[in-house]
């Protein structure tokens, strides 16, 4: 329905590795995409109401040669969303232009930004988000990672943290936040390059390439579940009541 000719399209927008050493990014774009295309009863509702457009390798000149944070040309893309160049930043040049393009369609709304990052230092998957001086805008980004801890094993919502930190002004989240409309959530996810630890237990389960792809049955119906749940609970779309 959402590809019909003069629909509107609600739109979730991914990126990844813009950081090229940040490995388990790609696995997680690789995961939601295999999903995303599959049969499973959730994948199908969420293709028939949202539009997903995946970005999942912001850094392919970095990612080539090995670099750990920087493109071929020594630039941290993550901090260049202010005023990228198509030049010396084209990959992060495009996107912007696409997402400022998708911004003044009337037909188009940009539900979700979600930028993809591998933490080295923190267990669990956990999401930065912005900070409003609008209490209601600040409740509803807050809805997601409830969502995704009530639902998710490996997702911690106390890891989670909303700042605005003049250090990470030239982020894609900083950037779109302060772009996008009221009803749109921005946010860098952070999974972990290592462990997770599941609620009411103290061992650490070790990260795998498998468990970062989200092959797992159970981790897969979470991530929809609460993707799901999130469109009821905004009233994104109207999702059937029972799935």
């Known amino acids: ?5 003069g629909a509107e399209q609600k739109v979730v927008f991914i990126t990844g590795r ?3 050493g940040e490995t388990p990014s790609s696995f997680v774009c690789q995961g939601i995409i295999g999903f995303l295309i599959s049969q499973h009863p959730m994948a199908r509702v969420l293709r028939e109401h949202l539009v997903f457009k995946i ?35 084209p990959t992060l040049y495009g996107v912007k232009q696409l997402i400022i393009q998708m911004y ?9 930004y979600i930028d993809i990052h591998a933490h080295s230092t923190m267990m669990n998957g956990f999401l930065y988000g912005n900070v409003f001086e609008d209490e209601e805008r600040f409740q509803r980004q807050a809805i997601f990672p409830k969502l995704l801890c009530q639902n998710a094993e490996d997702f911690s919502y106390s890891s989670t943290s909303f700042n605005r930190d003049a250090v990470k ?3 894609g989240r900083r950037f779109l936040g302060g772009l996008l409309d009221h009803t749109s959530s921005c946010y860098t996810l952070e999974v972990s390059f290592y462990s997770y630890i599941s609620g009411g237990s103290t061992a ?11 092959e797992s049955p159970g981790q897969l119906c979470s991530t929809s579940r609460s993707s799901l749940a999130f469109c009821k609970l905004t009233k994104v779309t109207s999702i059937p009541a029972q799935m």
């Open 169 to 171: 002004a030239g982020t």
């Open 55 to 89: 970005a999942p390798m912001l850094n392919p000149d970095g990612v080539y040669p090995g670099n750990y944070r920087c493109s071929l040309m020594g630039f941290d893309l993550k901090r260049h969303w202010l005023d990228p160049s198509p030049w010396a930043h």
């Open 204 to 214: 650490a389960v070790p990260s795998t390439e498998e468990a970062c792809i989200l």
């Open 18 to 20: 813009v950081h090229p």
């Open 104 to 112: 003044n369609d009337p037909k188009t709304s940009l539900e979700f």
């Open 1 to 5: 329905d959402n590809l019909r000719e």
